[in-house]
């Protein structure tokens, strides 16, 4: 896996000869490769959200993509977190894309922390090139907790999009 550690602003272009990725979740692996992106550009991001006190499945990032701002694809990456109060908690996320209002789920992420606990460096990692990129894309990151406590935390620190 190569990992990159750069600041991207909007219409920022990374060029590479090649770039190879990995990312295996409950049995599903992605692989992303110079053959499919080549110049990836910063797309847009969102910042820390979290849902606490609930159950309900709950939009904490999203990323509006315009029309024609994306030509092959995207690489859609998050940062997640779940904390437990008394009981053990299960922080569900889901990455979701499509058209604004029909968004679809893409890749479903399951973290579980222990009571009086969290478990740290969750992520959601993901490819997409099948949506129609001559108009407005979303990308969604939700998160929904198993308890409904104040202390039961599902948190999404960020969301990052990059696209060619």
Known sequence: MVLLDVDFNEGDILTAGVITSTSSVNGITTTINSNTLTKLKYVGSDTVDTINNSVAETTL?????????????IIVSSSVQVSAGAAVNSGTFRVKIGPTGSEATKQTVILVAAPAGSRDGGSCLFYDNTQTWNADVTVLITGQNSVDGSTDVSTC????????
């Open 157 to 164: 620190y960020q969301l990052v999009v990059t696209g060619d």
């Open 61 to 73: 990032a999203t990323v509006l993509i315009p029309a024609n701002t994306v030509v092959r694809g």
